[in-house]
């Protein structure tokens, strides 16, 4: 018990240290800013760690953080496989494929009423549809390889680009582009110049939300027929085998390709959308 009891009153003091911290003056600075959520979550594996070791939890139910690092270590040939599989093949290239057409999408929406009208709707009702329930199709349609993983990325993620961006389009106030009018600016000059840049902070938007998606769709698509690697393939073997330090090995690559994805496209945010109110309280 006494791994509990030490764990407990080191989560307890970093909690107050990081409390105290967190009201000082200096808590605006970027590099407190950073310290304070990454002492948070080394306490919380300081606790997981404490509970694990003082309660005698069994690996089957939980394993502890540092039996989860020690399979991280030994198996990272096949972690790094699993991961270019599912990340870099599947959910990357449905990213990109899924948010480029839901912004050339967008973009004729805008253009056309009647799309607006017809298109939409079936969008919404697209986006409705259980991923348990596309999946298996998708894979049957274009195979176990990547690209089944791919579709289904693509499907989750069209929409909610989509709609931030027919969004951000329609944002521009009347008498800007009236001005644009003035100028004799054609529709791809306004488009280009005025409405597309306008739109940017809506289409981060969606392209924030959509990083999540993608990841999430690669990884359960691969439940529904995989080869023999990949994130979701490795978890739910070794959930068959009761090899909980493998799940939760993949768990962890997961949420660090997850975060390391959205703070990429945070950062592209940041520099081309530097203008905006947003960003510049940020600073």
């Known amino acids: 018990m006494s791994w509990f009891w030490g764990a407990v009153l080191f989560w307890l003091a970093a909690w107050a240290f990081n409390a105290w911290l967190a009201r000082q003056p200096v808590a605006a600075t970027r590099a407190v800013g950073l310290f304070v959520p990454a002492l948070f979550g080394v306490t919380l594996l300081v606790l997981w760690e404490g509970i694990v070791r003082g309660l005698n939890v069994p690996g089957v139910i939980l394993p502890a953080p540092s039996a989860i690092w020690g399979t991280i270590k030994a198996s990272v040939p096949v972690l790094w496989g699993d991961f270019v599989q599912t990340i870099l093949k599947g959910a990357l290239s449905g990213y990109v494929i899924g948010c480029g057409a839901a912004i050339l999408t967008a973009i004729a929406i805008d253009r056309s009423p009647f799309l607006q009208r ?27 390889d990547w690209q089944s993983k791919a579709a289904v990325v693509v499907v989750m993620v069209f929409f909610p680009v989509l ?61 529904f027929g995989s080869p023999i690697r990949g994130m979701g393939f490795r978890i739910s073997t070794a959930v068959g085998q009761l090899a909980l330090d493998m799940v939760w090995a993949e768990i962890a690559v997961a949420a660090l390709a997850g975060s390391a994805f959205y703070g990429l496209v945070a950062a592209a945010e940041k520099a081309v959308t530097f203008w905006h109110p947003s960003q510049r309280g940020r600073q």
Not at 135 to 141: N, Q
Not at 194 to 200: E, K
């Open 118 to 144: 017809g298109l939409l709707p079936v969008g919404n009702f697209v986006a409705a549809l259980p991923i348990v329930g596309i999946a298996p199709i998708l894979v049957m349609w274009f195979g176990f």
């Open 163 to 223: 709609v931030n961006t027919v969004a951000g389009l329609a944002a521009t106030e009347r008498m800007q582009r009236d001005l644009m009018a003035t100028y004799s600016a054609s529709y791809v000059q306004t488009l280009l110049k005025l409405r597309l840049p306008a739109a940017m902070p809506f289409i981060f938007n969606g392209l924030k939300i959509a990083t999540t998606l993608a990841l999430i769709g690669a990884i359960v698509a691969e439940f």
